[in-house]
């Protein structure tokens, strides 16, 4: 019992800093790094770090969350990269297809502004998100991802409501007059 105790230490600290998990739904970047056409996106701890703004390069794939969120995944350094992007193991869809000539390197807010670099806007709806991204075009590199809280959209019967108050109202104003 005790060999299998200290393999399991040994394995779990050799693990690195990387932590899969839960990401923030607040817009933050999470960076990731990736080895070439069709290898899956992970932890990026020794890239270059991005700038406007900065990412966490710690938490490894898969990315979740909880709750509808707008996805974002954009690549960097050169625009030449393009990715497959997975929720719960279901193809979301396709990064757009990038164009040579990017030269926003690390920085997000050039390439989100750039449209030579590859990126894929997802709308996910509520409930539990485990996203991975597998790399389709390109060369080894880094990219990012985002989450951001998606707008409350009313429930139908909150709209029912809304149209019997406002109808009532109507009627009430009519009586009056």
Aim: aromatic share 6%.
């Amino acid at each position: 019992m005790k060999p299998i105790l200290t393999a399991l230490a040994v394995l779990a600290l050799s693990a690195g800093s990387s932590i899969a998990g839960p990401i923030a739904v607040d817009g933050s970047w999470v960076e990731f790094g990736f080895g070439g056409v069709g290898t899956f996106a992970t932890s990026c701890s020794g890239c270059t770090p991005t700038v406007n703004p900065t990412s966490n390069q710690t938490i490894a794939s898969p990315w979740t969350f909880t709750g509808a969120a707008t996805l974002r995944v954009l690549d960097l350094f050169v625009s030449s990269d393009a990715f497959n992007v997975f929720d719960n193991s279901v193809l979301l869809g396709p990064t757009s297809t990038p164009t040579s000539g990017g030269t926003c390197d690390n920085n997000i807010g050039c390439a989100l502004g750039d449209s030579r670099y590859s990126l894929g806007t997802f709308a996910l709806g509520s409930g539990n998100h485990s996203i991975t991204i597998q790399q389709t075009l390109g060369t080894a590199g880094a990219g990012a991802l985002s989450a951001s809280a998606a707008a409350a959209v009313p429930e139908p019967g909150t709209l029912a409501l809304l149209g019997l108050a406002l109808g009532t109202i109507g009627v009430f104003r009519r009586r009056r007059a």
